[in-house]
Each structure stands twice: as structure tokens, then as C-alpha cells.
């Protein structure tokens, strides 16, 4: 009798403490995509272009729009945050969590969170390929860039990076203070390093938008997938 109410119990626990996680990650999931491909139908249509150039031009002085608006350490500091977006450093991020994570005996997590990211590279690069939108001509750039505009590759990888990695790392944490931490901290630095790209003038607001939905939407099907097949247990 024992044993059935502790198996009872642990079932009990189960349900009301993953299936409400596994519901918001499959809204999540569906949310991000389908704003995402309504998002990518009015780009293509160009519906989007007066929004985008209204946003733009805001942000720069007017009569000189090769000055954003702000103080002048602003766009140092603006720079230094989307560099945190850019290939180097999400490719460090990337190894070294994953050489953290086989340190810590989490070899299946390890492996899972590196195919994760890398597959998100792919999808990013394709849907560039695939929506073929320009970069904004509306203010200068404030720095370099050379390929297409949408989805907004920092956007996109920095979500597919940063949640990837506080969504996987979280799981080999004990303490439900620093799994909300990590989680946090991978939003807040998505947002920042996507919020950056409009401010530099490189990038439309909705290519933006649109980085951050595809990445967000990557990040949820592969938490789902992680906690269903993936033990948090070292190896």
C-alpha cells in the first residue's frame, strides 16, 4: 500500500510539475512560428516598409542621419552588446558550454545542445537565402555588414544561442534560483543584441522581430525535445 501511494505521489508530482512547462513550451512553440510566417508574408509583400523606415529615422538626428540619437558612449556601448551576437562569440559561448557540460558528466545534454545550435545556423542561413530581403538603405550603417536583412541573423542566432544554452544548461542546475537566472539572463542578452541591430541601422525592426520569433520558436522545440528524451543525470 506503501509503495502504490509513493508511485502515486511521484506520478501526481510529475504531471503538475512538467506538463504546465510542456503546455507553455508548445504555446510558445506554435506562437513563435505562426507570428513568424505572418511576419515573413508581410516583409515579402512589403507592408512592413513604413513601419520599418518610421523606426529607423527615429532613431537618428534629424538633419544628419549618420548620428543616431544619444549621447556618444551609447553607440560605443551599443557596439560592444551586438558583438556579443556575432559569429566569435556565440561560437565561443557554444564550445564552451559544451566543454562545461561534458566536464560535468552531461555528455548527452552536451551533444544535444551543440547539434541544437548548429542546426539553428542552418535555418538561419536559409531563410536568408530564402526571403532574399536587402539591407535598410533608409539611414547609414554605423557599422560593416555584407549579407541579407531578414530574419536579422544576430537576432535569430543570439535566441537560438542564448536560449539554447540557458534552457540546456539550466537542467544540470539544482537550485530552481539559477535555472530562472539562466533563463533570464538568455532573454535579456537576445533582446539587447536584436535592439542593437535596429540602433546601428543594419537591420528593419522586423527583421528583428522576426530573428527573435524563428529563434525563440527553435529554442522551445528543442527544450521540448531535451526534456523528453534527454536525462539531466551525468553519464
Known sequence: MQFYQHVRRRVI???????????????????????????TGEVVEGETHAFDERILLSLRTPGDLSVPIG???LNHAVG???ALGGTTVLTLMTVLAT??????????????????IAGG?????SLKI???RARPEIVPHLVEVHD????????MLSAVTYLTLAALLSRAEPYRSSRIFLIFTGILLTMMIGMSRIYLGVHF???VLGGWCAGATWAAACWMLARRYISARPA
Open 71 to 73: 549621447p556618444s558612449w
Open 130 to 132: 530564402f526571403v532574399a
Open 13 to 39: 508530482d510529475r504531471v503538475m510539475t512538467f506538463e504546465p512547462i510542456g503546455l507553455m513550451l508548445f504555446a510558445a512553440l506554435a506562437g513563435g512560428l505562426g507570428l513568424f510566417l505572418a511576419l
Open 99 to 116: 566543454i562545461y557540460l561534458l566536464l560535468s558528466r552531461q555528455r548527452a545534454i552536451a551533444a544535444f545542445m551543440f547539434l541544437s
Open 148 to 155: 541579407l536583412s531578414f530574419p536579422s541573423g544576430h537576432a
Open 80 to 82: 560592444d552588446i551586438t
Open 121 to 125: 545556423w542552418v535555418v538561419s542561413s
Open 205 to 207: 525592426p522586423t527583421d
